[in-house]
Structure formats: C-alpha cells, structure tokens
C-alpha cells in the first residue's frame, strides 16, 4: 500500500501563502487519484483537492480560485500551493488516495493575525 508523507505547513497571517507538500512511497504516476483533504478543528474532515493521472484537477468551492493542486514526477510529491488564505483555511491538512487509504498524521497549517 502507498505510504504519503505531509509536510510544510505553517502559521501565516490572512491573505498569505504556503505550499505544502506530500512524498509517495512508490511512483506518483501509477496513483489513480490523489487528494488534499483537512480537518478543522471541532469539524470532520474535508476533502479540498484531486489530481488525476491524467492531470485533471477538482477542487471544493471553498478553496476554488486559491489553491492549486499539482505532482511532480521526478520527486514522486504531490504539491498543494495555497494563496490568499483566510481564518477558515485553519485546519490540519492530510493527502491521500481517493478514494482514500490508511491516514497520515497530517500538517497544521494555521492562518491568523
């Protein structure tokens, strides 16, 4: 079974950026579909993000427009690159198969001022 590691999150303050990222145990290319998903605190977990083999992007209507769903290769990672973050992006942030698989321990991210 793949293995998906998360890192790179961070305290911003609203309107700021990150990217994070998430290193695949085998090659990225032969996963179907990946995912971003985060849980808020206090709320279920979310799904926020696909990327297909063939490049096909879908995103919630929360993040649509701000975030950007993307995977290189070379490095066998799965990118997330956040913009213009708001309080509500507060959560800890986890990628996955989708359908997903066993979970990760997931990255916070938290955005305040």
């Known amino acids: 079974q793949v293995q998906l590691v998360e890192s790179g999150g961070g305290s911003v303050q609203p309107g700021g950026s990150l990217r994070l990222s998430c290193a695949a145990s085998v090659k990225i290319s032969s996963i179907d579909r990946l995912a971003w998903y985060r849980q808020a605190p206090g709320h279920l977990r979310t799904w926020v993000a696909t990327i297909t083999s063939s490049a096909f992007r879908n995103y919630a209507d929360t993040v649509k427009g701000r975030f950007a769903i993307s995977t290189d290769t070379a490095k066998n990672t799965l990118y997330l690159q956040m913009n213009s973050l708001k309080p509500e992006d507060t959560a800890v942030y986890y990628c996955?198969?989708?359908?997903?698989?066993?979970w990760g321990q997931g990255t916070q991210d938290t955005i305040a001022s």
């Open positions: 996955n198969t989708l359908p997903p698989g066993d």
